[in-house]
């Protein structure tokens, strides 16, 4: 018995890096920071800016062409995710709470998208 080889192997959810990417996909912003701790694997799928981009639009219709590579000028989509995306997110439950009201009009999307331009050229000119 001692030192024969078991032939049960447990399954992994590691295996299949697609299949935790598409969970840490359905993740909101503080669970995937506490999902990225879990190991190294995990941490370099949260990290990924395809995720960070899928978090940003999937409350909205898909971005136009330019909008991929504005983004990546401005620091990515991580960034944009905590500069802009999760405040409107946050102040949406809040005002949700109060009032019950539906998702983003495209006016609050533009606004948070200028307001992260506005903050990158802000902190370029303080860096000159």
């Keep these: 018995m001692c030192g024969e080889k078991s032939e049960k192997r447990g399954l992994s959810i590691n295996e299949n890096q697609d299949v935790v990417a598409e969970i840490l996909k359905r993740l909101d912003d503080r669970s995937l920071v506490a999902a990225a701790a879990v190991c190294r694997l995990w941490r370099g799928l949260a990290r990924s800016e395809a995720l960070w981009e899928y978090l940003c639009f999937r409350q909205l219709a898909p971005p136009p062409d330019g909008v991929r590579a504005l983004v990546a000028?401005?620091?990515?989509?991580?960034?944009?995710?905590?500069?802009?995306?999760?405040?409107?997110?946050?102040?949406?439950?809040?005002?949700?709470?109060?009032?019950?009201?539906?998702?983003?009009?495209?006016?609050?999307?533009?606004?948070?998208?200028?307001?992260?331009?506005?903050?990158?050229?802000?902190?370029?000119?303080?860096?000159?």
């Design 73 to 128: 000028a401005l620091g990515g989509y991580r960034r944009l995710y905590t500069a802009c995306v999760r405040p409107l997110l946050m102040s949406r439950r809040r005002r949700r709470r109060r009032e019950r009201t539906a998702a983003w009009t495209p006016h609050e999307a533009e606004l948070s998208l200028s307001l992260f331009c506005v903050d990158y050229y802000q902190r370029l000119l303080l860096a000159a």
